[in-house]
Every structure is written in C-alpha cells, then in structure tokens.
C-alpha cells in the first residue's frame, strides 16, 4: 500500500526542467480527477493543474505551454513535466487526491 507519495523536486537553474511524481495505492485512482497545487513561502496554496479520468487537462495560466500533467492509471502514478523553469515556480508542491489530506509535498527552488 503506497499512501501519495510525492517525489521528483529539487534545485534547478532557471530554464531547466523537472518531473514530479505522485503514488498513491487508492482504489479510486483511475476513475478520480487529480492535480497539482503548489505554496511559495508566505503565499496561500494555488492551484496549477488537473487532469480527468479521460485525460483531459487544464493549467493555471502562468504554467501553460510550460507544465504538462498526466498520469498512468496502472501506476497508480500521476506525473507533473515542468520545463522552462523560472524562479516564481519555487514552491512545495503537492498533489490533490480526492480520498487523501494533503502530503508533505515537493520542494522545488529555481534559482541561479
């Protein structure tokens, strides 16, 4: 049993790309909407990305073109590939599970 494991942040350069990963053995995981929210320091938490049990998806406007979420339902696993970094991406990142309070999340920095 694997209760949402998030994974995959780090420190990178402007410019640069990261993948996170999110696991979680929930039986709901292929019929539920999931997505992304992130937190920069002394910010409220803000929504960045979802994606259906089809796969169809939406971004917050400042990632569009840049993030792409999606997801591997016999995984179990949801992925979110961000490309062409920027320093207001530095933030916790975590995932939204219908059936789960939120996990300790992701550090992500960009920074030079």
């Known amino acids: 049993q694997v209760h949402l494991v998030e994974s995959g942040g780090g420190l990178v350069q402007p410019g640069g790309s990261l993948r996170l990963s999110c696991e979680d053995s929930?039986?709901?995981?292929?019929?539920?909407?999931l997505g992304w929210y992130r937190q920069a320091p002394e910010k409220p938490r803000e929504w960045v990305a979802t994606?259906?049990?089809?796969?169809?998806?939406n971004y917050k406007d400042s990632v569009k073109g840049r993030f792409t979420i999606s997801r591997d339902n016999a995984m179990n696993t949801m992925y979110l590939q961000m490309n062409d970094l920027k320093p207001e991406d530095t933030a916790v990142y975590y995932c939204?599970?219908?059936?789960?309070?939120w996990g300790q999340g992701t550090q992500v920095t960009v920074s030079s």
């Open positions: 929930g039986v709901a995981f292929s019929v539920s909407s």
């Open positions: 939204s599970l219908p059936w789960r309070d």
């Open positions: 994606i259906t049990p089809n796969g169809n998806t």
